[in-house]
C-alpha cells in the first residue's frame, strides 16, 4: 500500500529534521536568532522553536502531527525584523510583534529564553509572555472562552514516530540503521521549549477557530465505528466467570429485547496460574483460561465466533507488563504479536487498562513496569504518560493489523483518561496528542455527577469528546433506582458502557460479588427496573442517527459532543463554580442525575418561566447563568440548583467550518 512505500522513503533517509514542505512556503515568514527559530504560521498561531540536537525540526512529530498541512496551507505571514541585537529581537507581522530576549549571545539554552507577543498599535497589548520557553506547559487544558486572550504548548517529548506505529513494520520497509534499536522511532531531535502561541482573540467565533486552527496542527479526533455509539456490556465476575454464562447472558439480552452492542471481557480472561512474563504470572497473551471458556482454547475463535454471530463486536481488558523498553524490536515484537493474536483470532479491539498495579511505563523511561495509584503518581516523559504512551501503542497495533487485512472500519482502543478527583490539577494534565487515541474512560468508583463533569470538562479543555466513566460507577450503586438513573444519564452522554462486578459492592445490600450475583445486568433487580433501564436504551438507540452524525460533526471540527453552555453564548458566566445544563447529544436542558449513594436531591418546577430568557433570573444562585430549578427534600449533600437556559433562547451558532 501507498503508506508503507511512503514509510520506507521516510523511515531509510533518516535524516537531520529536514522539511518534506517546499522551502518557498516558509519564505520571509521565519527569522532565525541564534539557536532561536521563530516562525509565524498564521495571523492567530506563531512557533518560537530552540535548535534540537539534530537541527530545525520541521517533520511532523507525535504532538505535531499536522505541522505540514498547517505550513502548506498558506497562512504564513511576513516576519520583518524590527530591533536585533545578539541577544534579542523585536519582530512584527501585520497580526503581532514578538519580542524575544535570551540569556546568551546565541539563544543556546532554552530556559533563558524569554518571549512575549503584543498585538499592534494603538493598543500596544501585551497578550502573551514566557519567562523561560523551557519550562513551557507540554500538557494541554484548552482555556474556556474569553477566559485567557492567548495560549502555548511545548511539543514535549519531541520525537518521530515509526508511520506504522508499534505494530510490526510492513515487510517492505528497511528501517535505517541508527533508529533500529527503537523500531523507526526517531527520538533524538528533542528539545525543551518548541513552543506554539494561540491568539484566541476576544469574540467566541475567534476562540471556536483556535480551537480549528489546533486541530489542523496536532491531528483531529478520529470518528469512532458506529456500533461504538450502542451500548457496551463489561463482562466481569469473581472467582472467575464462564462461557457457560457469557453465552447465558447474551442470549437473555436479546430475549428481553434489550439493544447491545459490545461485549467486553474484563481481567480473567487469561490463566491466572500460567508462566509469567517478567515476573508478573499471565501477562502474556498466549494462555487464555480455557478451563472456564473453552471457546478460547485451541484455535481461540469459538466464543468469539459465537458472540459476533449474534452481532456483537468484542473486547478484552490487558494490564500490560513490558518485557524491554518500549520501541525496542523485542517489546514492539511482544506486544504486536500478543495483541494481534487475538485481533486475528476475531477481537475488535484492545481495552488498555493502567488503571492500577502495572502497565508498560511511557517511552524514554526504561523497561521498569509503571506501578499505577493515583493520576497525580503517573510516569511520565517530559509529559507524555503510560496511559497517552499506552493508546498509542494498542491504536496503531490495531490500525496495523486492520491495514494487513484490508479492513477499513475506524480504529478504537479503550484506556484510562484520569481519575475524576484530579480533573484539573496541573499535575494530573495529559499529553496534547492524547486525543487522537480514542476512547477514554475516567477510572474506577466514579459518582454519576462527577461522570457528568468529566464528559464536559474533557471535551472542552482537552478536546477528548469520548470520554466516559464506568455507567453504573464499578461500586457506587447501592439502591436499583440509582442505577436507573446512571443509566439514564449514559444514554444521553458520549459512550454507554455498564460495567461492574468484581470485588467491589455492585447489588443492594451486596457485600461481594459471586459468580452469580447482580452485576448491573438491566434484569438484575427485577422487572420492574429492567422496564425502566429498557426504555432508556431503546430512546439512545432511537436517536443513533444524530449521535452518530454528532462524532462525524466532531471528527471534522473538534466540537464536543456534550456542549457546555459557555461554547454557545456569550459572554461566558460570571467566576464561580461551573453548573451547566445536563450534557446532551442534543444539546438540551435536561437537569443532571443525583449523584447515586442515596443523595436524592431532586427537581421540581421551574420558578417564574415568563422570566426565563436571560438575563432575567429568579434566583441569587443564578444570576447571569439562567433560570433556576427548585432543590426538593434538601438533605445533606444534595446537589446545588440547577441552572440553565430554556428554550426561547437563540439558537447555538454551528461551529466553524472545517478547512476544506
Known amino acids: 500500500p501507498m503508506w508503507a512505500v511512503a514509510a520506507a522513503v521516510i523511515v531509510a533517509t533518516g535524516r537531520k529534521g529536514g522539511s518534506e514542505v517546499p522551502q518557498t512556503a516558509l519564505a520571509n515568514s521565519t527569522f532565525t536568532l541564534g539557536r532561536l527559530r521563530v516562525h509565524a504560521l498564521s495571523t492567530t498561531l506563531l512557533r518560537l522553536e530552540p535548535m534540537g540536537p539534530m537541527g530545525w525540526e520541521d517533520r511532523a512529530t507525535f504532538t505535531v502531527a499536522g505541522r505540514e498541512a498547517i505550513v502548506a496551507g498558506g497562512t504564513a505571514l511576513p516576519i520583518t525584523p524590527v530591533v536585533v541585537t545578539a541577544r534579542s529581537a523585536v519582530l512584527q507581522t501585520t497580526a503581532y510583534t514578538v519580542n524575544i530576549s535570551c540569556g546568551d549571545s546565541g539563544c543556546s539554552d532554552p530556559s533563558a529564553i524569554s518571549a512575549a507577543v503584543h498585538l499592534p498599535s494603538p493598543s500596544d497589548v501585551r497578550v502573551w509572555a514566557s519567562a523561560s520557553l523551557a519550562a513551557e506547559n507540554s500538557t494541554l487544558w484548552?482555556?474556556?472562552?474569553?477566559?485567557?486572550?492567548a495560549y502555548s504548548i511545548a511539543d514535549s517529548p519531541r520525537f518521530v514516530p515509526?508511520?506504522?506505529?508499534?505494530?510490526?513494520?510492513?515487510?517492505?520497509?528497511?528501517?535505517?540503521?541508527?533508529?533500529?534499536?527503537?523500531?523507526?522511532?526517531?527520538?533524538?531531535?528533542?528539545?525543551?521549549?518548541d513552543t506554539y502561541v494561540f491568539l484566541l482573540g476576544d469574540t467566541l467565533q475567534s476562540w471556536h477557530a483556535s480551537r480549528q486552527e489546533f486541530l489542523r496542527l496536532t491531528g483531529p479526533t478520529p470518528r469512532l465505528p458506529d456500533w461504538a455509539f450502542g451500548t457496551w456490556y463489561s463482562y466481569y465476575r469473581l472467582p472467575f466467570g464462564s462461557e457457560t454464562q457469557v453465552?447465558?447472558?447474551?442470549?437473555r439480552w436479546d430475549t428481553d429485547g434489550l439493544p447491545i452492542d459490545v461485549w467486553g471481557f474484563d481481567m480473567n480472561w487469561r490463566d491466572g496460574t500460567a508462566p509469567g512474563v517478567g515476573g508478573a504470572a499471565a501477562y502474556n497473551y498466549t494462555y487464555p483460561n480455557a478451563e472456564q471458556y473453552p471457546g478460547f482454547g485451541g484455535g481461540g475463535t469459538e466464543l468469539l465466533g459465537w458472540l459476533k454471530a449474534r452481532g456483537l463486536r468484542t473486547f478484552f481488558n490487558d494490564h500490560p507488563y513490558p518485557v524491554a523498553n518500549q520501541t525496542s524490536p523485542a517489546e514492539v515484537t511482544f506486544r504486536a504479536d500478543g495483541l494481534t493474536r487475538w485481533l486475528d483470532r476475531g477481537l475488535d479491539f484492545w481495552w488498555h487498562d493502567c488503571n492500577w498495579g502495572w502497565g508498560i511505563p511511557p517511552l524514554n523511561r526504561g523497561a521498569r513496569p509503571a506501578v499505577e495509584t493515583k493520576a497525580a503518581a503517573r510516569l511520565d516523559?517530559?509529559?507524555?504518560?503510560?496511559?497517552?504512551?499506552g493508546a498509542h501503542v494498542y491504536r496503531t497495533v490495531t490500525a496495523g493489523q486492520h491495514a494487513a487485512r484490508n479492513n477499513t472500519e475506524p480504529v478504537i482502543a479503550l484506556?484510562?483518561?484520569?481519575?475524576?478527583e484530579c480533573k484539573g490539577r496541573i499535575e494530573c494534565r495529559e499529553s496534547p496528542a492524547h486525543h487522537r487515541f480514542p476512547v477514554w474512560w475516567s477510572g474506577d468508583g466514579i459518582q454519576s455527577d462527577a461522570d457528568v463533569l468529566s464528559q464536559v470538562e474533557a471535551g472542552v479543555h482537552e478536546f477528548k469528546s469520548y470520554t466516559h466513566g464506568d455507567c453504573g460507577g464499578d461500586g457506587w450503586v447501592d439502591h436499583p433506582a440509582?442505577?436507573?438513573r446512571?443509566?439514564?444519564?449514559?444514554?444521553?452522554?458520549?459512550?454507554?458502557?455498564?460495567?461492574?462486578?468484581?470485588?467491589?459492592?455492585?447489588?443492594?445490600?451486596?457485600?461481594?460479588?459471586?459468580?452469580?450475583?447482580?452485576?448491573?445486568?438491566?434484569?438484575?433487580?427485577?422487572?420492574?427496573?429492567?422496564?425502566?433501564?429498557?426504555?432508556?436504551l431503546t430512546m439512545r438507540y432511537a436517536l443513533l442517527p444524530s449521535i452518530i452524525a454528532a462524532g462525524h460533526q466532531n471528527a471534522l471540527t473538534g466540537w464536543p459532543l456534550v456542549v457546555r453552555l459557555d461554547l454557545v453564548y456569550a459572554p461566558p458566566p460570571p467566576p464561580g463554580p461551573v453548573v451547566?445544563?445536563?450534557?446532551?447529544?442534543?444539546?438540551?436542558s435536561l437537569g443532571p442525575p443525583s449523584r447515586g449513594r442515596g443523595q436524592r436531591g431532586g427537581c421540581a418546577r421551574v420558578v417564574n418561566r415568563s422570566n426565563c430568557a436571560p438575563p432575567g433570573v429568579t434566583q441569587p444562585e443564578c444570576v447571569g447563568k439562567g433560570c433556576c430549578w427548585n432543590v426538593t427534600q434538601p438533605s445533606p449533600g444534595a446537589r446545588d440548583p440547577v441552572c440553565f437556559f430554556p428554550t426561547g433562547v437563540p439558537s447555538p451558532p454551528p461551529p466553524p467550518p472545517h478547512p476544506g
Open 142 to 149: 484548552w482555556p474556556s472562552p474569553l477566559e485567557v486572550p
Open 381 to 389: 516523559w517530559a509529559g507524555l504518560d503510560n496511559r497517552v504512551w
Open 482 to 484: 440509582d442505577y436507573v
Open 162 to 193: 515509526a508511520p506504522w506505529g508499534c505494530s510490526r513494520p510492513p515487510p517492505n520497509v528497511t528501517i535505517d540503521p541508527r533508529l533500529a534499536a527503537t523500531s523507526g522511532y526517531d527520538l533524538r531531535n528533542h528539545v525543551a521549549g
Open 415 to 420: 484506556t484510562l483518561h484520569s481519575y475524576n
Open 247 to 251: 453465552k447465558a447472558e447474551a442470549t
Open 486 to 536: 446512571f443509566v439514564a444519564h449514559c444514554s444521553l452522554g458520549t459512550i454507554l458502557r455498564l460495567h461492574g462486578c468484581g470485588g467491589n459492592s455492585h447489588g443492594h445490600n451486596a457485600t461481594s460479588n459471586t459468580t452469580d450475583g447482580p452485576c448491573l445486568q438491566p434484569w438484575a433487580y427485577g422487572p420492574r427496573y429492567e422496564a425502566a433501564v429498557k426504555r432508556y
Open 580 to 588: 451547566v445544563s445536563e450534557p446532551s447529544l442534543l444539546r438540551g
